[in-house]
């Protein structure tokens, strides 16, 4: 049996960082969140992101249909607010 990788997860989704780049959900379902560190700042001995793109991409199509929102928002943590908050009416949206 191959071993399967384990990624952090947030309210049972995948996190998944790779440089500056952060996906947030299951890339086998239709929608992730993608955020791009564009900037950070220092915040007594660390590094914190300043300025972070956030995208709602949808998996289905041609890499240049796959944004379906975006947005900027200062640090990660308004970012992933956003992000998580696109995803949740996303999902909610294919039920209705």
């Known amino acids: 049996m191959a071993d399967e990788k384990k990624y952090f997860e947030y309210k049972g989704k995948p996190f998944i960082r790779r440089g500056d780049v952060l996906f947030y959900g299951d890339p086998k379902e239709k929608y992730i969140v993608k955020f791009t560190i564009n900037s950070y700042t220092k915040v007594g001995e660390k590094e914190v992101a300043d300025s972070v793109k956030v ?37 909610e949206a294919m039920k209705a």
């Open 55 to 91: 995208q709602l991409l949808q998996n289905t199509l041609g890499e240049k249909d796959r944004v379906i929102k975006q947005a900027e928002r200062d640090g990660l943590f308004r970012a992933f607010d956003v992000g998580e908050y696109w995803l949740n009416e996303a999902f």
